[in-house]
């Protein structure tokens, strides 16, 4: 088992930064890959992006690709999402988590631990 924490989010003008961190308890975090999802109201949640145990492998959603990176600190541990020129559609709740296995997963089902969530609001 691994507790997951998520912080960092907040309000922000389009344009703006904000960095998400995720710190985790329990089990340790560099047992796991992690990501980062987002759910906007009405909407499903969707991918953000992914790392894998040693930081070597990432991928990105296509909506986030050069404005957003994915990083973690195994000694922390901690994995941090460092968001540049937001914009409003990127107004969501955003969630960490984290998975076994070696893929790096793109689906909500296929991670196993959960954070709370933390809100992310981009005006324009």
């Known amino acids: 088992q691994v ?3 998520e ?16 710190a985790a308890s329990g089990r340790t975090l560099s047992s796991y890959i992690a990501g980062w ?17 040693s930081g070597e492998r990432i991928y990105y959603a296509d909506s986030v690709k050069g404005r957003f990176t994915i990083s973690r600190d195994n000694a922390s541990p901690t994995v941090y ?7 409003p ?17 793109t689906g909500p089902r296929e991670y196993d631990f959960w954070g ?3 809100q992310v609001t981009v005006s324009s």
């Open 37 to 53: 999802f987002r759910q906007a109201p009405g909407k499903e949640r969707e991918f953000v992006a992914a790392i894998n145990r």
């Open 116 to 118: 709370q969530g933390t």
């Open 89 to 105: 559609e990127d107004t969501a709740v955003y969630y960490c988590a984290a998975k076994g296995g070696l893929r790096l997963g």
């Open 7 to 22: 912080s960092g989010g907040g309000l922000v003008q389009a344009g703006g930064s904000l960095r998400l961190s995720c």
């Open 81 to 87: 999402l460092e968001m540049n020129s937001l914009k």
């Open 3 to 5: 507790q997951l924490v």
